[in-house]
């Protein structure tokens, strides 16, 4: 038994082809919710973490049309605003789910609640992706809007031929300091983990900057994910990172005839995929280099599979079905 940070992502929450109602969100995350609750009844400790990309999007839209009636919101704002809707998710349909099963002998004591924490990281303002935004973010403008866009606010925008409109990107700095991990990590010490079970830097953190004599400025930037949760993880000494996706497991040749689904992988061999290009640039890729990251810095083990299976290589599922990609620093690991 040991202490997993398990990271969700987007498709947790609302899935491909839905609106993004409340009603699908509660009912997505009511599934999840029932594999995380199987995990710790089985002992393990559990720190959650989320992804915030639609709902950043969708704020973000709202935003845009009530300008001229309520004055936008900063980004980091904003992102802070998606830390509370779905902690207020979780919190809604964890503890139910918790409620429907029974505790194993190894728990002291079963955790009834959820604890989101407004959480801010720390990045570097001369971090590289300042001076080159990549991430799209918020609603498609026309051409004329972006150039005002670009003139009054100094936007970075691109134009996205797929869909014949123009977006707004931003940057996505390496997280560098979970500004409230250290208190965490010390409220985990004290056991708060046998009562309540946290909801931590999602969608990778509200970006922020550290001044001059200490002021922490919100930056209008995103930070991905999946780095912010190997930085959580190494922050909490975590022995697992999870990070669950809609895919089963990271695969090689992946969408070809050779693609092959990687189970237990040592970091040396995932290292050589990873320069072979085998991951998606924004989607599998970063969840490869938060495994690596966190295995080679000290972490026990990276699994990256969906909700389902990490059931069974962590909890009381049926472990001979384990399946998903479970990375250790060695073989032996
Ligand atoms: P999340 O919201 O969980 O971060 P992403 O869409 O960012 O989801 O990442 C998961 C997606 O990565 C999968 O749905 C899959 O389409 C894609 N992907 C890209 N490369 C690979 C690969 N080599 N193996 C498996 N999935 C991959
Ligand atoms: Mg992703």
């Known amino acids: 038994m040991g202490l997993t940070v398990v990271a969700l992502g987007g498709n947790a929450i609302s899935k491909a082809g839905e609106k993004g109602t409340w009603e699908e969100s509660l009912a997505n995350m009511e599934e999840t919710a029932l594999h995380l609750a199987r995990i710790a009844a089985s002992g393990e400790e559990l720190v959650v973490t989320h992804g915030n990309g639609p709902q950043v999007g969708s704020l973000l839209i709202q935003q845009e049309s009530a300008k001229l ?6 980004m980091s704002a904003v992102g802070a605003m998606t830390q509370g809707w779905i902690g207020y998710l979780v919190e809604q349909t964890l503890p139910a789910a918790m409620r429907t099963l029974r505790p194993s002998k190894a728990r002291a004591a079963w955790p009834r609640s959820v604890l989101p924490i407004i959480t801010r990281v720390r990045v570097d303002p001369r971090d590289g992706s300042f001076r080159r935004p990549t991430k799209p973010v918020g609603p498609y403008y026309s051409e004329n809007e972006a150039r005002l866009l670009k003139k009054q606010k100094g936007w970075v925008m691109v134009h996205d031929a ?3 409109g123009w977006r707004r990107v931003v940057p996505s700095p390496l997280p560098l300091e979970i500004l409230e991990g250290e ?4 409220l985990l010490r004290a056991g708060v983990g046998q009562w309540a079970i946290p909801v931590v830097s999602g969608g990778g953190g509200v970006p922020v900057v550290v001044r001059a004599r200490g002021r922490i400025e919100g930056v209008e930037a995103v930070i991905d994910k999946d780095r912010t949760a190997a930085l959580l993880a190494r922050t909490l000494r975590a022995t697992t990172l999870a990070i669950v996706t809609d895919v089963p497991g990271a695969a090689i040749g992946f969408r070809t005839s050779r693609e092959r689904m990687l189970g237990r992988v040592d970091a040396r061999e995932l290292r ?23 295995v080679e810095r000290g972490g026990h083990r990276a699994i990256i599979t969906n909700a389902e299976f990490l059931t069974h290589v962590i909890g009381d599922g049926d472990s ?6 479970i990375v ?3 073989r032996a690991g």
């Open 320 to 325: 001979a079905g384990a399946r998903g990609t």
């Open 328 to 330: 250790t620093r060695t």
């Open 183 to 186: 208190p965490l990590r010390r």
């Open 69 to 74: 009636e309520v004055p936008p919101l900063p």
């Open 272 to 294: 050589e995929h990873l320069e072979h290009g085998e991951f998606g640039e924004g989607s599998m890729r970063p969840k490869i280099e938060a495994a690596l990251e966190f």
């Open 162 to 164: 797929a869909r014949g």
